[in-house]
Nanobody, 122 residues
Framework: VQLQASGGGLVQAGGSLRLSCAAS????????MGWFRQAPGKEREFVAA????????YYADSVKGRFTISRDNAKNTVYLQMNNLKPEDTAVYYC????????????????WGQGTQVTVSS
């Protein structure tokens, strides 16, 4: 499956952004979808994931209550709504796909998008 992330940008602290990840090539609804992020000099870290049918979600503690992951299988798209953004949310955000159950390790995801930059100014 091919993934294309978009929606990043520059926003002030406290602001919001919505990231999108469009999938093509295989049956989107077969896959768990995840969002990860990587800040300069840091390892890639898990942000959120959603089951194939959208009924189960899982979040990193650092974003819980501020970020919401969702998907529209009819549009082959997964979203990440980010509210109350903080400077520490600044990173390149990646969407990823895997078969099976929700996972939080990047090594458990088989397909990756190209990343979209999110910058939060203080």
């Amino acid at each position: 499956v091919q993934l294309q992330a978009s929606g990043g940008g520059l926003v002030q602290a406290g602001g919001s952004l919505r990231l999108s990840c469009a999938a093509s090539g295989r049956t989107f609804s077969n896959y768990v979808m995840g969002w990860f992020r990587q800040a300069p000099g840091k390892e890639r870290e898990f942000v959120a994931a959603i089951s194939w049918n959208g009924r189960s979600t899982y979040y990193a503690d650092s974003v819980k209550g501020r970020f919401t992951i969702s998907r529209d299988n009819a549009k082959n798209t997964v979203y990440l709504q980010m509210n109350n953004l903080k400077p520490e949310d600044t990173a390149v955000y990646y969407c990823a796909a895997r078969s099976g159950v929700i996972a939080t390790l990047s090594t458990e995801y088989n397909y990756w998008g190209q990343g979209t930059q999110v910058t939060v100014s203080s």
